[in-house]
């Protein structure tokens, strides 16, 4: 009864609580999720995706779409929730083998309360079904090495080849599980140069699923990425020539192994997260895997080592939270590792009598069942409408037949997820910045927008963009993530602003009128709908620092800049223009302390800057922005009788910037009448930096006519 228990019941209330418990949790629409807008409207057209492609993913995840009903987008959360599910059976399956199905059961379910695995098992892209093959690799390798048979070492080639279409990270795998297939191979004395040929042609079987590639972009799909059917891009998408060795561009900023140390940090960090207490019986089971089965010991710690540390070395990624959100899916290859350990870990302590394999259990169930409460809450995204309500939102605010432009892959993977697949707003021409200036981006653009003339709008030039304007004879708008010409004058209309703008400001415009409120009472439980929240702060601020600007901030903009500061607490801003509104009131004490606010979040974000090993660019952009809020709490200080205080806050300003003369003008007003001398030095200094300041030319030279 137990065996059949073990081997029936077990696996399949694994696959039913899992699917249950993830399709539940699942995003009711498309998930704002890094590349998922990207990845289902290439499924939804047979598309090209980014390097290096994924066309086993296109293709199961096509066939997948018309078994169930619902949106597309849904669809394709189930398909990662259904391989999600699919790979913990497996996974007990290989470790009910040898640990038996108590400890196996325990195991799989600590992976499957993982928040990186829950993760990836709701949204639109190929990670749990990565996880999939890899199991199933891993249990045909370890019938290889029992049971040998070299029809198995074809098929695991074979295999190995079509898994890799999946996604290429699997090679690592792969690589790891030679060290159990080549001893059995070699024993048998079978490794020869016909039996050599044979495994690289049923390699090269599998792996010619990449044809797909060439072969679908010679029907010019809408989305064609790199366009794959001349050879020499071919070969660059296969090879990730942009990306190199790197998992994402952002490394290229960085020495090799420069952040390897931090990464190994934060991923100590996920497994605390995800293992909790039983990390505890990983190091066990290590100690144990290694005196009681070398080989397997050694192919885990390859499998570890080779897709923990090694990828986190080539990796290279700064520890802040948009790097991480990337990095946090290649966690879980070596999340494997671990949990095999962990297995062991709970059946050799357990064997050592009643009274110890008791307390063993219920530590185990215990610390699974804290990983579930802490994990679940945050993995529920039954009310995230988040991608959705920004796309048609962002839609809502353009003009017809105009175009819209943005960068960040989640605000403009969720336009081209609600163009393309909902069909909703065709007649806007959405445009992916970062792109415009590839040759294949510019011909799809000519494909889904005939008519359409694009240039590189990622060239930082004013005239690309006046040039795209005028040939296309359409207005122009860029998300708030998209960035802008400095010169190029920008109006706020919505959640986006318009370039160039053919008609003025109009208060309709604001926000108000185009906002979707639905995914407010949403927490933001990841880094990618969190920055959704921060593109809806910026919008609003947009308005806010337009009507500074041009007009006087009133009490329904003070009520846009509250809202802007509970959707985002962190934007500086926010609190320097509720500054300007009380200044504008003639309030010097309220604009003291937002100015004062406002100065402080700059400080925490040069600390944070600092711990994510930000580039010096960026950490030099913040000092600058900084040392404005601080000129302005300078001034509050001085209007509200504290010189001391506001003195202070001029030499925080100059600390920041040294080239900003409005702190330099300000301390010559603080000494006015005071000290000439000092006021004289002061004002030199801020002719020599702005020889156009009006102000202080004048008192300058009405100070040296006195002295005359």
């Known amino acids: 009864m137990q065996s059949r228990f ?17 399709i539940y949790c699942l995003p009711p629409v498309l998930a704002p999720y890094r590349d998922a807008g990207e990845m289902a409207v290439d499924v939804y057209t047979l598309g090209i995706p980014h390097q290096p492609g994924y066309p086993l993913y296109v293709l199961l995840a096509r066939i997948f779409s018309y078994i169930i009903p619902g949106n597309f987008a849904y669809k394709l959360n189930v398909f990662s929730a259904v391989a999600g599910a699919a790979f913990l059976v497996l996974f007990f399956h290989f470790l009910s083998k040898y640990f038996n199905s108590g400890p196996a059961f325990l195991a799989a379910a600590l992976f499957g309360f993982n928040l990186a695995f829950q993760h990836v098992s709701s949204v639109s892209e190929m990670y749990s079904l990565n996880l999939f093959f890899c199991m199933i690799l891993i249990i045909l390798s370890f019938s290889i090495h029992e049971n040998y048979r070299m029809s198995k070492i074809l098929l695991f080639a074979y295999l190995s080849g079509l898994f890799m279409t999946n996604r290429m990270d699997i090679s690592l795998v792969v ?13 048998r004395r079978e490794i020869n140069v016909k039996n050599i040929a044979l495994v690289f042609l049923c390699f090269i079987l599998g792996f010619s699923l990449y044809l797909y590639l060439p072969v679908r972009s010679l029907g010019q799909p809408l989305l064609d990425w790199s366009d794959p059917e001349k050879l020499g891009n071919f070969i660059n998408v296969l090879t990730r020539k942009s990306y190199g060795s790197t998992l994402d561009l952002i490394s290229k900023n960085y020495k090799t192994g420069e952040l390897f140390m931090v990464n190994i940090w934060e991923y100590m960090i996920h497994v605390w997260k995800n293992f909790n207490f039983l990390a505890v019986f990983a190091l066990a089971g290590f100690y144990f895997e290694f005196k009681n089965s070398r080989q397997r010991f050694v192919v885990f710690l390859f499998l570890f080592l080779i897709t923990g540390p090694l990828f986190l070395f080539l990796a290279n990624m700064p520890p802040n939270p948009h790097a991480l959100a990337i990095v946090e899916p290649n966690y879980l290859i070596p999340d494997i590792a671990l949990c095999v350990w962990s297995a062991a870990g709970i059946k050799n302590l357990a064997s050592a009598g009643t009274i110890l394999k008791q307390i063993v259990y219920g530590f185990a169930v215990f610390s699974v069942a804290f990983a579930a409460y802490r994990n679940l809450p945050l993995s529920n995204r039954r009310e995230v409408f988040v991608a959705r309500d920004y796309a048609l939102d962002a839609m809502k605010s353009a003009a017809p037949e105009s175009i819209i432009v943005a960068k960040k892959d989640v605000q403009l993977f969720s336009l081209w997820y609600f163009q393309m697949v909902e069909k909703k707003r ?12 590839s040759g294949w981006y510019q011909n799809s653009i000519k494909r889904l927008y005939p008519g359409m003339n694009l240039l590189n709008l990622n060239s930082g030039t004013e005239e690309d963009w006046k040039k795209t304007l005028e040939f296309n004879r359409a207005r122009m708008y860029a998300a708030m993530d998209a960035e802008l010409p400095k010169s190029a004058p920008a109006i706020p209309r919505g959640i986006i602003q318009e370039i160039f703008p053919s008609t003025p400001y109009d208060r309709k415009s604001q926000l108000w009128n185009f906002l979707n409120l639905q995914w407010l009472d949403a927490p933001p439980l990841d880094f990618f709908t969190k920055d959704i929240r921060t593109s809806y702060g910026q919008a609003l601020l947009a308005h806010s620092a337009y009507l500074n600007a041009h007009f006087t901030l009133g009490e329904e903009d003070l009520r846009s800049l509250l809202l802007t500061g509970w959707m985002d607490p962190e934007i500086p801003d926010v609190p320097l223009y509720m500054g300007f509104y009380f200044t504008g009131r003639g309030d010097w004490k309220n604009a003291g302390i937002y100015f004062k606010k406002s100065a402080e979040i700059y400080e925490d974000m040069l600390v944070l800057a600092g711990k994510y090993r930000a580039l010096e660019s960026v950490k030099d952009g913040l000092r600058k922005a900084s040392a404005y809020a601080w000129l302005n709490l300078g001034v509050s200080m001085e209007k509200t009788g504290f010189p001391p205080e506001a003195e202070n806050s001029y030499k925080k300003a100059l600390l920041m910037n040294p080239g900003l003369a409005d702190v330099h003008y300000n301390i010559a007003i603080l000494y006015w009448n005071k000290d000439w001398n000092r006021v004289i030095l002061e004002l030199k200094e801020t002719l020599r930096i702005n020889p156009a300041h009006s102000n202080a030319s004048r008192y300058l030279a009405q100070i040296e006519r006195k002295k005359r």
């Open 175 to 187: 690589l790891s599980l030679c060290s159990l297939i080549l001893p059995a191979w070699r024993e």
């Open 6 to 22: 073990a081997k029936t019941i077990l696996p399949v209330l694994l696959f039913i609580s899992f699917s249950v418990i993830y």
């Open 426 to 437: 065709t007649d806007l021409k959405i445009i992916a910045q970062g792109l415009a200036g």
